[in-house]
């Protein structure tokens, strides 16, 4: 016999409660558990994800410490000092690429699972083009501000895909156009030469065809030359650049290819003054390494630097006031870097809320974010009540033009700072147009992609909506 179990029917009728025990303890099985849902912990807020591919380490460490550094300190400020978008919380993950697509790649595979994804934000070209198809299929928002693929800008071939603010190939229309008005026209580029040193990657050569279209329909000549990554010689290169004698080099860098840029180029004896970088030579990690050899260098941009803002400023009080500052160097806030991570923090978190007007206060899909960026239209005075007038002009995004309208500003450096020199200047779109879209409708037909309309983009995410 089992050492439990009773030895008789009478002693087992005295471990059977009568009915009046069931309902006593029924009663306290009731209160009790009553008492302790009590003591349960409400159920977790609504949370938006912003899975970050960020570079903190290799050649490019201060381009990727800056951007990040700044795209966190905005989150970081919402969250404080507003709980989040509508009670929604920000939340983020770094995963470590050194710029490197295969690294990106890995980390875009191991955080793609993680709930509630907003949006990806790269900042590599090599990344964002291995992504493109992995995005379209998860429908997640891909941003990549200031660069990207060109022809991404249109929508109805790339629903997912943002080149938010400008394109590779708006950005030098931009700088023929400031080149034209310093000289005095467009009709002064007949007979100029214009030599552009370019960084050896997918980035440096995306505006090699807009730049011999330029040429022909302005009637300039153009020498492009490579300079191969990660670009710490180039003497060879401004010996056939002071050879070529052009009336102006454009320096489309990258890290720390673009001081040594500036230092050879003193060396040769160019002016400073005659070089034009573009949006990623244009920071003061690409100005202070080279001293004496960067006063009067003129960069193109789309944000300012400084820390003036008043967006700055509530970042300097609330966010660092209270230990939760990104940048471990705190004479970097407010420079180019960081300030485009907070401009591109300002887009990402504009977009989330304009969908949330949409969809509810609540965690978004990565299609309703989408939906967000194709309704992204900040006017100056919106620019304004966010803290951010002349940071940056303004957005105005559309379900077939991702990149807005284009608008950009150029910058000289004096030795110790930054100083705008220009008003803003657009790109010519009666020229670009064409060519993205005939870039963009051969790659719809390569991918046998129907070309979206303004109907399909609002039926895609009524259909999400109504799950």
């Known amino acids: 016999m089992h050492p439990t179990q009773p030895k008789s029917d009478d002693t087992a009728h005295r471990f059977r409660p009568n009915l009046l025990q069931l309902r006593k303890l029924s009663l306290v099985a009731s209160i009790t558990l009553g008492v302790v849902g009590l003591c349960v912990p409400p159920a977790q807020a609504?949370?938006?994800?912003?899975?970050?591919?960020?570079?903190?380490?290799?050649?490019?460490?201060?381009?990727?410490?800056?951007?990040?550094?700044?795209?966190?300190?905005?989150?970081?400020?919402?969250?404080?000092?507003?709980?989040?978008?509508?009670?929604?919380?920000?939340?983020?993950?770094?995963?470590?690429?050194?710029?490197?697509?295969?690294?990106?790649?890995?980390?875009?595979?191991?955080?793609?699972?993680?709930?509630?994804?907003?949006?990806?934000?790269?900042?590599?070209?090599?990344?964002?083009?291995?992504?493109?198809?992995?995005?379209?299929?998860?429908?997640?928002?891909?941003?990549?501000?200031?660069?990207?693929?060109?022809?991404?800008?249109?929508?109805?071939?790339?629903?997912?895909?943002?080149?938010?603010?400008?394109?590779?190939?708006?950005?030098?229309?931009g700088i023929i156009n400031f080149i034209s008005g310093k000289l005095g026209g467009v009709e002064k580029l007949k007979g100029k030469k214009i030599v552009v040193l370019y960084h050896g990657s997918p980035y440096g050569k995306e505006t090699i065809p807009i730049y011999e279209l330029l040429a022909q329909k302005y009637g300039f000549s153009v020498q492009q030359i490579e300079v191969p990554h990660p670009g710490n010689e180039q003497q060879s290169q401004w010996l056939t650049i002071r050879q070529a004698r052009p009336d102006y080099v454009v320096l489309r860098g990258w890290g720390v290819m673009n001081p040594v840029a500036l230092k050879t180029a003193q060396k040769v004896g160019f002016p400073a003054d005659h070089i034009i970088g573009n949006v990623w030579s244009n920071s003061e990690e690409d100005v202070i390494p080279a001293g004496n050899a960067a006063k009067g260098y003129i960069a193109i941009t789309t944000q300012a630097s400084g820390s003036q803002y008043p967006v700055l400023?509530?970042?300097?009080?609330?966010?660092?006031?209270?230990?939760?500052?990104?940048?471990?160097?705190?004479?970097?806030?407010?420079?180019?870097?960081?300030?485009?991570?907070?401009?591109?923090?300002?887009?990402?978190?504009?977009?989330?809320?304009?969908?949330?007007?949409?969809?509810?206060?609540?965690?978004?899909?990565?299609?309703?974010?989408?939906?967000?960026?194709?309704?992204?239209?900040?006017?100056?005075?919106?620019?304004?009540?966010?803290?951010?007038?002349?940071?940056?002009?303004?957005?105005?995004?559309?379900?077939?033009?991702?990149?807005?309208?284009?608008?950009?500003?150029?910058?000289?450096?004096?030795?110790?700072?930054?100083?705008?020199?220009?008003?803003?200047?657009?790109?010519?779109?009666?020229?670009?147009?064409?060519?993205?879209?005939?870039?963009?409708t051969a790659y719809a037909a390569e991918h046998n992609i129907k070309l979206r309309t303004a109907t399909d983009a609002e039926e895609v995410i009524n259909s999400v909506a109504a799950k």
């Open 46 to 173: 609504d949370e938006q994800n912003f899975p970050l591919q960020s570079y903190r380490v290799g050649p490019y460490a201060a381009g990727g410490t800056g951007f990040f550094g700044g795209f966190i300190d905005y989150l970081n400020l919402i969250n404080i000092r507003d709980g989040g978008v509508n009670g929604v919380k920000l939340t983020w993950e770094e995963g470590e690429t050194q710029y490197e697509v295969e690294r990106g790649v890995e980390v875009y595979e191991r955080l793609k699972t993680q709930p509630g994804i907003a949006a990806w934000n790269p900042l590599s070209v090599g990344i964002a083009y291995a992504m493109i198809d992995r995005i379209t299929q998860d429908k997640v928002p891909l941003i990549t501000i200031n660069h990207g693929r060109t022809d991404s800008t249109d929508g109805r071939v790339f629903p997912y895909v943002f080149p938010l603010l400008l394109n590779p190939y708006s950005e030098t229309s």
């Open 313 to 440: 400023q509530e970042i300097i009080k609330t966010v660092y006031g209270a230990g939760k500052g990104n940048l471990q160097d705190k004479n970097r806030i407010g420079s180019v870097y960081h300030n485009l991570g907070i401009v591109n923090g300002i887009l990402n978190v504009e977009a989330v809320r304009i969908a949330q007007q949409k969809f509810g206060h609540r965690t978004l899909t990565g299609d309703e974010v989408r939906w967000g960026f194709e309704h992204l239209r900040l006017d100056p005075d919106r620019v304004a009540a966010l803290g951010a007038k002349d940071l940056f002009h303004s957005i105005n995004v559309t379900w077939d033009n991702h990149e807005g309208d284009g608008l950009v500003t150029f910058q000289q450096w004096d030795g110790a700072k930054w100083k705008v020199i220009s008003d803003w200047i657009a790109p010519d779109w009666a020229l670009l147009r064409p060519i993205i879209e005939k870039s963009s």
